[in-house]
């Protein structure tokens, strides 16, 4: 079969049209929320004393690191937990619990809402809650349940939506109370001072009626309104009530660290008592007392090691602790429990770092221990510590260890080294590729094979597809491939040419950019529109939840981000003068599509790069590059606002697109090289090498699905040390960087060796979308849309959810091969 798009045998365009549409408009079907009673009976605060509760960075510490710290564990340790949650997600649950058994913790689980709040339904909440509950069977500890916590608050996208909310958290509250046996649901709003933490308005947060949010009814939602009331769900559905309470006077001024007055935390917990007329913002009398719930008070205190000046972090933090410490036996007895946050978090786009911890410093540490021992605080375990079973059962997949896994390791290593040596025989050369066109259609395939990987983990549903596509090939995402083969293909291109028509090559890629910069422009507007439309939830690609990968760090994990914040002003007259710069910077726009922003950018500076080279610069533009990379990772800096920068830093990605045009550039060169008898053992080393990283990749502790296989070569604690320093994806950890050059020199070897065989294949599929990449790159977008409007994908349902995924991609091919509106998108 021919390896090149034809022309015949078209399906009707509007056959095509019809499939996407009715993907895209194919909307769930909402169920009434169930408004039936929910709820055991309120537990009590515990007898022994309040318990001492942890949020950690799980992506960077544990419950045993934080136990060995402090000297002993925490009586309850928080997790966010997304909605809906996927199947790796779920994982990282399982994990989560069994550290926490074994520490004898209870679990504090914060529901984290990832669609709009209208769109919990029964379904949605159902599915979260026996998720959880497959993950916590056999535990004995109490599972709090603290869903979309601070919403009270303008800054979360849950925020400030009462009546979305309180019926959304009855919706969930009844999940969990089915699925779990006594759950202990939390109502957990912030403190109201600052309430509504906004300018006085006339209308609600999205420019409508006020509604609830006017409790006063004088048509001004102000502080003068009651900043927990609209938001309560009901007695019968909160067994606990919470409030954040932090020390940080930075919200509405510059960053600087203070020590907390005195009697500041009690203030914002209100008094104990009612003294005189009620007072809406008195939380702990109106909540804890007057309606006789147990409460949770999750705190922090502000301390930025980049401020210079002020007091040290033990003044700023001791004087907090001490406070909240002294809070439970002074007067606020229905305090059940002080939760800790410990973390770090990034402000500013990485510019300021605000550390919330007093675990993590060992002399911070010993000096909070200390107060808490005399305090009435309750440290754990408060409950048998325990190797909670089934934490790895095999519905989460399954884990070789010990012999089983090094062999495997090494039976992949000697297939490799097969491979290597079976073209040695006449009958396989002739399998090899002579191709006779001047396309090289191997890059078309590891092209083809890049966006495949794009297209299946933007889409993100649980599949058999992520087997393969998830770091599976070694410590390397499809974006990393994409990044340099689009580099390669541009060497290719235009290195023949810019010897003697620079001024042409100059005029072709500057025409390129700017079509990529106005389709890019046009995508971020076209989502915008859709997102418009009633029936159309849009947020899988105007929000964006933090892996804990990005600039923000590991801390940011579980934050969910609003990527069209704001825009709505254009709708309004005058348009705010801040939003056009903001859109033509391609500061907005789906988070899957941020890396146009990239390409525009490298495709505006690429002819410099092929004038170098043209000029025999190789080592200078190398140089350079590597340069730009080193100084990138060390300081982060950003030089441009757009969105791009957070994913895609361009001082350090730069590079592989540079790699990819100089190895473009002399793609003869190299594969001569190479192909000399006395290198190819250096080839063979390159393969086998590739092997070993993959295998390495194998090694995360973390399923994608029940049929992930993990080979434990290494302990947990190790490989995530090496993963962390050498391997880290936003700023191309030199081990990642190697890895993509390795797979993409292997992965050439391989197509050159056994092209025949693996053209029939492959090609068939992945050719026809590697030269049509930026076109399938677009239209993923709008896939990704109508995906996540289908409510059967939603479930985690993994046969599906993989029948999906071939309805996808084979769309994406047949629109190719039929060349579907190819006249008005780009190729």
């Known amino acids: 079969m021919s390896s090149t798009v034809h022309r015949d045998r078209r399906i009707p365009a509007a056959v095509i049209l019809l499939l996407v549409l009715l993907m895209t408009v194919l909307g769930p079907v909402r169920a009434d929320p169930a408004q039936a009673t929910a709820g055991p009976q309120t537990p009590a605060v515990p007898e022994e004393g309040p318990y001492l509760g942890a949020l950690l960075d799980w992506a960077a510490d544990s419950a045993a690191g934080h136990a060995e710290r402090l000297g002993a564990p925490a009586a309850v340790y928080g997790r966010p937990v997304p909605l809906p949650m996927s199947e790796q997600e779920q994982g990282y649950l399982r994990d989560y619990f069994g550290q926490v058994a074994a520490q004898g913790a209870h679990a504090l689980l914060t529901i984290r809402p990832e669609v709009p709040l209208a769109r919990i339904d029964d379904a949605r909440a159902s599915v979260l809650a026996a998720q959880v509950a497959d993950v916590a069977e056999g535990y004995d500890g109490t599972v709090f349940i603290r869903f979309a916590p601070q919403m009270n608050v303008s800054w979360v996208p849950w925020g400030q939506q009462p009546e979305a909310y309180t019926e959304a958290f009855r919706t969930v509250a009844t999940a969990f109370d089915d699925e779990l046996e006594d759950p202990v649901l939390v109502w957990s709003p912030t403190a109201a001072e600052d309430y509504p933490f906004r300018a006085p308005s006339t209308t609600g947060p999205e420019g409508g009626t006020l509604g609830a949010l006017d409790t006063t009814g004088d048509g001004s939602w102000d502080s003068a309104d009651d900043a927990y009331g609209p938001y309560y769900p009901g007695d019968d559905v909160v067994d606990w009530v919470g409030l954040s309470i932090y020390h940080d006077e930075t919200r509405n001024g510059p960053a600087r660290n203070t020590v907390p007055p005195p009697g500041r935390f009690a203030a914002l917990l209100g008094p104990a008592a009612g003294t005189g007329p009620p007072d809406d913002a008195d939380f702990y009398a109106r909540y804890a007392v007057g309606r006789d719930k147990p409460l949770m008070v999750e705190t922090g205190a502000f301390y930025s090691p980049d401020v210079e000046g002020g007091p040290s972090e033990e003044e700023v933090k001791s004087s907090w602790w001490t406070q909240a410490l002294a809070a439970p036996a002074e007067e606020h007895d229905r305090i059940g429990a002080l939760v800790w946050n410990e973390s770090v978090e990034d402000r500013d786009e990485g510019a300021l770092t605000v550390d919330w911890r007093v675990a993590a410093d060992e002399d911070l540490a010993t000096a909070f221990a200390e107060d808490l021992d005399r305090s009435g605080v309750l440290s754990g375990p408060v409950v048998e510590r325990s190797a909670l079973a089934g934490t790895a059962p095999a519905a989460a997949g399954a884990a070789l260890d010990g012999a089983a896994a090094w062999s495997t390791a090494l039976a992949a290593l000697a297939v490799a080294l097969v491979l290597c ?42 599949s058999l597809f992520q087997l393969l596509t998830q770091e599976s090939i070694g410590v390397i995402s499809g974006a990393e491939l994409f990044v340099l083969l689009s580099g390669a293909v541009l060497g290719m ?36 529109a859709l997102s418009r439309l009633p029936f159309l939830d849009a947020t899988a690609v105007t929000t964006f939840t933090d892996q804990g990968t990005g600039a923000a760090g590991a801390g940011a994990a579980g934050t969910v981000y609003d990527l069209y914040a704001g825009l709505e002003g254009l709708t309004q007259f005058p348009v705010p003068a801040h939003l056009v710069p903001s859109l033509l910077l391609l500061q907005i726009g789906p988070w899957q599509f941020n890396i146009m922003g990239l390409y525009v950018i490298l495709l505006a500076l690429s002819p410099l790069v092929l004038a170098a080279l043209a000029r025999g610069r190789a080592w200078l533009v190398l140089a350079i590059s590597l340069g730009l990379y080193a100084v990138g990772t060390t300081t982060r800096f950003r030089l441009l606002p757009s969105q791009f920068e957070n994913s895609f830093p361009l001082l350090v990605w730069q590079v592989l697109f540079v790699l990819g045009m100089v190895a473009g550039y002399y793609r003869h060169e190299i594969v001569a090289w190479f192909s000399a008898p006395s290198r190819r053992v250096l080839l063979v080393a390159c393969v086998l090498l590739t092997v070993a990283l993959a295998a390495f990749s194998w090694s995360s502790p973390y399923f994608t699905n029940a049929y992930d296989v993990r080979l434990a070569l290494l ?113």
């Open 493 to 528: 291109v235009y290195g023949p040419r810019v010897k003697d028509h620079l001024g042409d090559v100059v005029d072709r890629t500057s025409r390129r950019a700017w079509k990529l910069y106005v389709t890019a422009l046009v995508v971020v507007l076209l989502v915008y």
């Open 715 to 827: 302990p947990e604690s190790t490989f995530r040390t090496v993963y962390d320093g050498f391997f880290g994806r936003t700023y191309l950890g030199i081990g990642r960087l190697v890895n993509v050059l390795l797979v993409i020199i292997a992965g050439y070897a391989l197509l050159t060796a056994y092209w025949r065989p693996l053209e029939r294949l492959l090609g068939w599929f992945l050719v026809p979308l590697g030269q049509a990449t930026l076109y399938v790159f677009i239209l993923h977008v709008f896939l990704i849309l109508a995906a996540a409007n289908i409510p059967a994908l939603q479930q985690g349902d993994l046969w599906l959810n993989s029948a999906a995924y071939v309805v996808i991609l084979g769309l994406l091919w047949v629109m190719v091969r039929t060349r579907f509106l190819f006249r008005i998108i780009p190729r």
């Open 421 to 462: 040596l079976l073209p040695q025989l006449r009958s396989v050369r002739r399998w090899a590729y002579a191709g006779a066109s001047s396309r090289d259609v191997r890059i078309d395939m590891l092209r083809g094979m890049a966006i495949v990987f794009v297209v299946v983990n933007h889409v993100a549903l649980t």
